[in-house]
């Protein structure tokens, strides 16, 4: 069984039990930001009470693009929020873990922020795991009475576990290594879907 397969199954069990609860308001939601970068996407929050949620999303980005560019991960982010009017409407605070594995190269990001090169990108191939965590902010409008558009932003900490290698199409293993990032560990337009 693949990992992609096994985390599809975690993922299934994990909130099969919030989908079959009584009484709970349930969101299916995907992130427009990741369907633009071609990431297979899907979330699933389910109501706790009338002020908190947890949330569970997860992305899966399989592709290889032409000459070799790839961006391929997969991430899991559990998040409990406390909204401040109602659950899935207005404004909420969260809590969030993240964990996955990736595999990138080949890709120019011209970007360069607190102290994390995304250039490195352009001449060399990473290939690793990372966890972290962090704390956002969301905001949900309802557009009617099961669809909502849902903004979020999060900061926190990423540690990346990683071999480099000498160039992103080929090359020979250069060394592992480790690297600390603080800085934004969630992005997304959602759009939602409410299950009553």
């Not at 909130?15 to 609860?21: C, E, G, H, L, N």
């Not at 071609?38 to 569970?56: F, R």
């Not at 809590?95 to 990736?102: C, I, M, N």
């Not at 001449?123 to 409008?141: K, L, P």
Request: aromatic residues 16%; charged residues 20%.
């Amino acid at each position: 069984m693949t990992k992609v397969n096994k985390l599809l199954l975690i993922l299934f069990f994990t909130v099969m039990p919030f989908i079959v609860s009584k009484g709970q308001d349930v969101a299916i939601k995907s992130n427009l930001l990741y369907d633009l970068t071609t990431t297979i996407n899907l979330g699933v929050e389910a109501g706790l009470n009338d002020k908190w949620t947890l949330d569970l999303s997860g992305n899966y980005n399989p592709w290889t693009f032409s000459n070799n560019k790839k961006w391929k991960h997969w991430l899991v982010q559990p998040e409990v929020k406390y909204w401040f009017c109602e659950k899935f409407n207005g404004s909420s605070l969260g809590a969030h873990l993240l964990g996955g594995q990736g595999n990138a190269g080949n890709v120019d990001i011209p970007i360069n922020f607190l102290g994390t090169d995304f250039r490195v990108f352009r001449d060399h191939r990473f290939e690793g795991w990372f966890v972290g965590g962090g704390i956002a902010y969301n905001h949900s409008w309802m557009l009617s009475d099961r669809w909502n558009l849902e903004a979020g932003v999060g900061v926190g900490y990423i540690r990346f576990d990683y071999d480099k290698y000498e160039c992103a199409t080929c090359g020979s293993w250069v060394r592992q290594g480790v690297k600390d990032y603080f800085g934004f560990t969630k992005l997304a337009v959602n759009i939602v879907y409410i299950i009553k």
